[in-house]
């Protein structure tokens, strides 16, 4: 047994290049057996829905503000003064992705934001931690996130607010008008496909979808982003299937020289089962990232370090 845990690690250093194998201190309660073929991959009917949001950290590198709201000109504030949004302007064009900054105070250092468009509905949304030194005082807070879905319209609203502990209600919301990027262009993610692909003992054969995201200079980031999504319901009624564990975050990519190092959450080997998993994982991210010409080599990271590194702790 301990020899067979012995040569997966070995396997899944392997696969995934420069990768973080620690163990999770927590994986998931998931009926998975070791997956030897296409048919048996894990997660292939798990929806995003069902991942739970994360809050963005706290930025350690922005100095802590001081205990009065100093609103400054260009900054807007919500009517307790609680709430100061300095990074977002009215009428502004909302760049996918985008970056909201500001001040806030509350009991439990957290604040929420959205993006509406003029419909209502929901383009983006998530939370972020402030760097308050303590409960009640003001922090401030970075949330970075592209467009989740396409508007709609041409304008919207940007909303930050805080939610109450004890009811759970909206409060200090700061709103501010904004227009929308609605130019189009088109990424490929890619997932195995158990119809495509029914007989095949390839477990590294992957098969391209086409995503449609608002206009954006970041590419790549994009496409991982998307097929971090998994498979939509139309997708998977038609064979795509993942193997990267829902709710896998990307936490950073960079691209020098034709090399993109890419960094993921330590969700990304949560629950890895069996040689055709590990395969069928590692060509999902290498397609992704190789579908641009300027992109030679693929370099992963989880949680920022390499194998090497976390299999002698």
């Given at each position: 047994?301990?020899?067979?845990?012995?040569?997966s690690?070995?396997?899944?250093a392997?696969?995934?290049?420069?990768?973080?194998?620690k163990t999770?201190?927590?994986r998931?309660?998931?009926?998975?057996?070791?997956?030897s073929?296409?048919?048996?991959?894990p997660?292939?009917?798990?929806?995003t829905?069902?991942?739970?949001?994360?809050?963005?950290?706290?930025?350690?590198?922005?100095?802590?503000?001081?205990?009065?709201?100093?609103?400054?000109?260009?900054?807007?504030?919500s009517?307790?003064?609680?709430?100061i949004v300095?990074?977002?302007?009215?009428?502004q064009?909302l760049?996918?992705p985008?970056?909201?900054?500001?001040r806030s105070?509350?009991?439990?250092?957290?604040i929420?934001?959205?993006?509406?468009?003029?419909?209502?509905?929901i383009?983006?949304?998530g939370?972020a931690?402030t760097?308050?030194?303590?409960?009640?005082?003001?922090?401030?807070?970075?949330?970075?996130?592209?467009?989740?879905?396409?508007?709609?319209?041409?304008?919207?609203?940007?909303e930050v607010?805080?939610?109450?502990?004890?009811?759970?209600?909206?409060q200090?919301l700061?709103s501010?008008?904004v227009?929308?990027e609605?130019?189009?262009?088109?990424?490929?993610?890619?997932?195995s496909?158990i119809?495509?692909?029914?007989?095949?003992?390839?477990?590294?054969?992957v098969?391209a979808?086409t995503?449609?995201v608002p206009l954006?200079?970041d590419?790549?980031?994009?496409a991982?982003?998307?097929?971090?999504?998994g498979?939509?319901?139309?997708?998977?009624?038609?064979g795509y299937?993942t193997?990267?564990?829902?709710?896998?975050?990307?936490?950073s990519i960079?691209v020098?020289?034709?090399?993109?190092?890419v960094?993921?959450?330590?969700?990304?080997?949560?629950a890895?089962?069996?040689?055709?998993?590990?395969?069928?994982l590692g060509?999902?991210?290498e397609?992704?990232l190789?579908?641009?010409?300027?992109?030679?080599n693929?370099?992963r990271?989880?949680?920022?370090?390499?194998?090497?590194?976390?299999?002698r702790?």
């Amino acid at each position: 047994m301990r020899r067979a845990a012995i040569a997966s690690v070995a396997l899944l250093a392997i696969i995934l290049g420069a990768g973080c194998l620690k163990t999770p201190s927590k994986r998931a309660e998931l009926p998975i057996d070791g997956a030897s073929s296409l048919q048996n991959l894990p997660f292939q009917q798990f929806a995003t829905s069902a991942v739970q949001d994360v809050p963005a950290e706290a930025p350690k590198d922005l100095d802590v503000p001081g205990e009065q709201p100093d609103v400054k000109s260009g900054e807007t504030a919500s009517a307790s003064q609680n709430m100061i949004v300095s990074s977002i302007v009215q009428r502004q064009m909302l760049a996918n992705p985008f970056v909201i900054l500001g001040r806030s105070r509350s009991l439990d250092n957290k604040i929420s934001w959205r993006v509406r468009d003029a419909r209502g509905k929901i383009i983006a949304d998530g939370t972020a931690l402030t760097n308050a030194p303590k409960a009640g005082a003001f922090g401030r807070f970075r949330a970075r996130s592209f467009y989740d879905r396409l508007p709609e319209t041409e304008t919207g609203t940007v909303e930050v607010f805080t939610v109450s502990p004890a009811n759970g209600a909206e409060q200090d919301l700061v709103s501010i008008p904004v227009t929308l990027e609605t130019r189009i262009v088109p990424v490929k993610v890619f997932f195995s496909n158990i119809k495509e692909d029914l007989q095949t003992v390839d477990c590294a054969r992957v098969h391209a979808a086409t995503r449609r995201v608002p206009l954006t200079e970041d590419l790549a980031e994009a496409a991982i982003v998307e097929l971090l999504k998994g498979p939509s319901v139309a997708e998977q009624s038609i064979g795509y299937r993942t193997s990267i564990f829902p709710g896998t975050s990307l936490r950073s990519i960079t691209v020098k020289d034709g090399t993109v190092t890419v960094d993921f959450s330590k969700e990304l080997l949560y629950a890895v089962s069996g040689s055709c998993h590990i395969q069928a994982l590692g060509a999902q991210i290498e397609q992704t990232l190789k579908q641009f010409a300027s992109v030679t080599n693929v370099k992963r990271l989880i949680d920022g370090q390499e194998a090497s590194e976390t299999v002698r702790q």
